[in-house]
């Protein structure tokens, strides 16, 4: 009749203590609020299957900048122009804090003419260009998925302003 019988309680004196190794929280991937991507300074996350947070990142080195942001229309429509253009999309610049984007503008690089908050401070605009340097094409698939396209030699400023936009650089 061992089936009937209860096991006799152990004594708390008896028992191991259990040691749990600290364990470190598990990131999946950036925050998305309000259709952004939000992520940390630092941190380096697919945001789609060629592009990652890493690339949309400020580069600036103020220790100020923190939060990073980029708009999850901008990832898609990226991802879709890459995939029809057949070639890596290199990302110059991304999101821009706006202490970069304030020395930017103050240093007068001649990329910068906004006065206000711009598409880069916002999370809506990237330069981009082919990672072969050939423009061949990038122009006219960038132009079937983005209204306001700036032109410059070697690279294109792609942002989601609605209604035809077009400059040169």
């Known amino acids: ?4 019988k209860k ?13 749990v190794a600290p364990v470190a929280p ?6 998305i609020i309000d259709n952004y991507y939000i992520w940390q300074k630092g ?10 947070s890493k690339e949309m990142t400020c580069h600036c080195s103020y220790d100020t900048c923190k939060t990073q942001k980029m708009s999850v229309s901008m990832v898609d429509k990226l991802e879709t122009v890459r995939m029809e253009l057949g070639r890596a999309l290199v990302i110059t610049s991304a999101f821009r804090c706006s202490r970069y984007q304030a020395h930017l503008r103050d240093t007068a690089v001649y990329t910068v003419v906004a006065q206000t908050l711009s598409q880069h401070e916002l999370g809506n605009a990237v330069d ?12 006219e698939i960038a132009s079937k998925y983005f209204d306001s396209i700036g032109l410059a030699k070697t690279f294109l400023h792609l942002d989601l302003r609605k209604g035809h936009r077009r400059w040169n650089y």
């Not at 009749?1 to 009937?4: C, I, S, V």
């Not at 598990?26 to 925050?31: A, D, L, Y």
């Open 7 to 19: 096991p006799k309680p152990s004594k708390p004196s008896e028992v191991a203590p259990v040691k």
């Open 26 to 31: 598990i990131v999946i991937g950036p925050q």
């Open 128 to 139: 981009a260009q082919p990672a072969n340097r050939n423009m061949d094409g990038f122009l």
């Open 1 to 4: 009749q061992l089936g009937n």
């Open 43 to 52: 941190e380096n996350f697919p945001l789609s299957p060629h592009f990652s």
